[in-house]
C-alpha cells in the first residue's frame, strides 16, 4: 500500500520560502496523480496543485500561482512543492496525496494521506 510522508515544514518570514517534500513508499508516484492540499485554522481543506502522471500542465488554485511550483522526482520517488514569495495567509498544514485516477485540485477521490507538515508564515 503507498504511503506517503510529507517534510520540509516550519517557520518562514513573509517573502521568504520553503520546499515541501512528499516522499513515497509501498508504490511509485511516477503511477498517481499527486496534490497538495492545505488547511488552516478554522477553514476547510483545499486543493492547492496538483500533478497528474503525464506531469503536463499541473494545476494551481489562484491564491498560488506564479508562487509555488510542484514537481516530481522519479529517482526518489518524492513530489515537491516549492513555495516562494510566502505570504501569512499561507499558514496551513499541509498534506500530499496520490489518486491512481484521474483527480484535479478540486475533485477527487485521492486514495492516500499523509500526515501532514505544518507550514506558519510570520515575521
Known amino acids: 500500500q503507498l504511503q506517503l510522508v510529507e517534510s520540509g515544514g516550519g517557520l518562514v518570514q513573509p517573502g521568504g520560502f520553503l520546499r515541501l517534500s512528499c516522499a513515497a513508499s509501498?508504490?511509485?508516484?511516477?503511477?498517481?496523480?499527486i496534490g497538495w492540499f492545505r488547511q488552516a485554522p478554522g477553514k476547510e481543506r483545499e486543493g492547492i496543485s496538483c500533478?497528474?502522471?503525464?506531469?503536463?500542465?499541473?494545476q494551481y488554485t489562484d491564491s498560488v500561482k506564479g508562487r509555488f511550483t510542484i514537481s516530481r522526482d522519479s529517482a526518489n520517488n518524492t513530489v515537491y512543492l516549492q513555495m516562494n514569495s510566502v505570504k501569512p495567509e499561507d499558514t496551513a498544514v499541509y498534506y500530499c496525496a496520490a489518486s491512481p485516477g484521474y483527480v484535479t485540485i478540486n475533485s477527487g477521490p485521492y486514495d492516500y494521506w499523509g500526515q501532514g507538515t505544518q507550514v506558519t508564515v510570520s515575521s
Open positions: 500533478l497528474s502522471v503525464s506531469g503536463i500542465s499541473p
Open positions: 509501498g508504490g511509485s508516484l511516477d503511477t498517481y496523480t
